[in-house]
């Protein structure tokens, strides 16, 4: 077997394997090595929700850039993955963030105002519009931002398309493999150690 790639990335949760795809997309080869199970760690316990109007601060620029940018991939992505034979099971159905209280309802306000912006078509829905979506909530809602471009995934299933597709592009997937050491030529990574033996990089 060949212990060369172009890349090696070491962690088979979500961006281990993402980045595997896309380089693979691009004609780079890469292996991936993880110690347990792929989706092992975080990737395998996530809530799995795709929302950075909520998640990330949008104070910070170039990391509220790439939610968002990483928001609009994904329909494309899930769709590329379930032709490719697994579904990941992205479902853009919208977040609802409610308020129980005077007090997150005006934070929600506030926040709508450079929501709006972003011409995601986020609204505000009174407590009847909500009552509507969601016939199950309490009746003390007071109101809440629906933003319908926001959805989630199933982070398991996504991992594991991620694996499936990349695997036909050539990604070489080792599970069961700790890495434990990382090979320098100066200040630059030419391979790993890993229990299965030396991988070449670069
Ligand atoms: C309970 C929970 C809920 C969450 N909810 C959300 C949410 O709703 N929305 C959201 O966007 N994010 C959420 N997150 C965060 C999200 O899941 C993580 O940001 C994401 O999964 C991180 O992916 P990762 O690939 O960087 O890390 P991981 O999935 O943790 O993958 C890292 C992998 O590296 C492997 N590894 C480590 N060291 C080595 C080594 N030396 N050799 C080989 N392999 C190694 C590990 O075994 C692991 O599998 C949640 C996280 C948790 C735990």
Not at 4 to 22: E, F, L, P, Q, W
Not at 57 to 82: C, G, I, Q, V, W
Request: glycine content about 12%; aromatic content about 10%; hydrophobic content about 40%.
């Amino acid at each position: 077997m060949t212990k060369h790639s172009d890349v090696v990335i070491v962690g088979g949760g979500v961006m281990g394997c993402a980045t595997a795809y896309y380089l693979a997309r691009r004609g780079i080869t890469s292996s991936v090595f993880e110690q347990n199970t792929f989706g092992w760690g975080a990737s395998g316990a996530t809530a799995g929700v795709v929302g950075p109007l909520w998640h990330v601060p949008h104070n910070n620029e170039p990391y509220f850039e790439l939610a968002l940018k990483s928001l609009r991939m994904f329909p494309t992505l899930a769709s590329d993955l379930t032709d490719a034979g697994l579904d990941p099971q992205y479902r853009q159905s919208g977040v609802l963030k409610v308020a129980f209280t005077e007090e997150l309802a005006g934070t929600l306000r506030d926040d709508l105002a450079w929501q709006s912006d972003l011409d995601m078509a986020v609204e505000w829905l009174d407590a009847q519009e909500v009552s509507d979506r969601e016939p199950d909530i309490s009746p003390r809602v007071l109101g809440g931002v629906y933003s319908p471009q926001e959805g989630y995934v199933v982070g398991q299933s996504l991992v594991d398309s991620l694996v499936h597709a990349g695997t036909q592009l050539g990604v070489r997937f080792f599970d069961k493999t700790e890495v434990f050491g990382i090979e320098t030529e100066a200040s630059r990574v030419v391979g790993v150690r890993t229990a299965a033996g030396g991988f070449e990089a670069g």
